[in-house]
């Protein structure tokens, strides 16, 4: 099926399994490299920033959108999970992707999934430590997803700086044939990180969304002033975080960049600020990648 949008260029719209691999087989017959853009919907100028890095490094793009229960613990947040297919699709459309795909459940999962993908040590924090089950089920639907769409490059956004890690590891211990792209984190003007959750913050809460990178910022600031002692950079990481109006820390941590271990001793350069936070009843998170002092790259 096509989708004819307002810029006048094609989308294909996918809905089956057969479809997307029969699309992007056509693409491969011609020499053309795919690029993947895997996403739960809902989406922002997060999404734009990966798709267009999609469209600039690859011929063709893939968009999929698929809220995936396997990685939802609880009932009640899949179910309010923000959905618009048609805004959706116009999106995308717009930006000048070419395929989108989007199965339903019974497509992706016909019978209970009994093959669950997990891994150890880079999940034991952060996310991992509060979602128990989250990145098997991440890990699960992106490495079906990758067996669907065979992209030669996957995008995904820093903003979940511990699920680009776990993908990355995933394809080096498999031996997957995809390269992972992250994309640096795209924030509204006040700093905020565009997330499809922001949608359903309180009209009260909305506004002190922005504290939280502030408080990330002002962290690394210490850093640079040459503060590397960790508890006092915690400490001040989770005090400003506690004078946020309505907000509960769910963790605010910091770990290695590439293993993902808390840091308990000294900070440096490339390890990863990590916080979720609750404003209200929705959950946050956000990071920041400590730079050099000066460096234009944070
Ligand atoms: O980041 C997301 O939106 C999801 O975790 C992903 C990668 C699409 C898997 O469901």
């Known amino acids: 099926m096509f989708y004819l949008g307002e810029s006048g260029s094609m989308l294909s719209v996918n809905r089956r399994i057969s479809d997307i691999r029969s699309q992007v087989a056509d693409w491969r017959s011609s020499g053309r490299t795919v690029g993947f853009v895997p996403t739960m919907g809902a989406l922002h100028e997060g999404h734009g920033a990966l ?159 922005a504290l939280l990178y502030q408080a990330l910022q002002a962290t690394e600031a210490q850093f640079h002033q040459g503060i590397d002692d960790v508890d006092i950079l915690l400490d001040g990481l989770r005090n400003a975080l506690a004078t946020i109006p309505n907000a509960r820390i769910d963790y605010a941590d910091l770990v290695d960049g590439v293993s993902l271990q808390l840091k308990t001793k000294k900070a440096s350069v490339g390890d990863v600020l990590a916080l979720a936070v609750y404003l209200g009843s929705v959950r946050l998170i956000d990071n920041l990648i400590l730079s050099e002092k000066n460096s234009f790259l944070s």
């Open 51 to 209: 798709i267009r890095a999609s469209i600039e490094h690859c011929d063709r793009t893939v968009v999929s959108i698929f809220v995936n229960p396997l990685q939802f613990d609880r009932k009640e947040d899949l179910l309010t999970y923000p959905r618009d297919d048609k805004a959706d699709q116009a999106f995308i459309e717009d930006l000048g992707a070419h395929a989108l795909f989007l199965p339903s459940v019974e497509e992706m999962y016909p019978q209970e999934q009994w093959t669950i993908l997990t891994q150890k040590t880079i999940t034991n924090n952060l996310d991992g430590q509060a979602r128990p089950g989250f990145f098997d089920g991440i890990l699960t639907v992106v490495l079906k997803l990758f067996h669907m769409v065979s992209p030669d490059v996957a995008f995904f956004g820093l903003k979940d700086y511990q699920q680009v890690a776990v993908i990355r590891r995933m394809v080096a211990d498999l031996n997957m044939e995809v390269e992972i792209r992250g994309i640096p984190t795209a924030r509204e003007a006040s700093g905020v990180a565009y997330a499809s959750r922001n949608k359903l913050l309180s009209e009260d809460d909305r506004p002190h969304a």
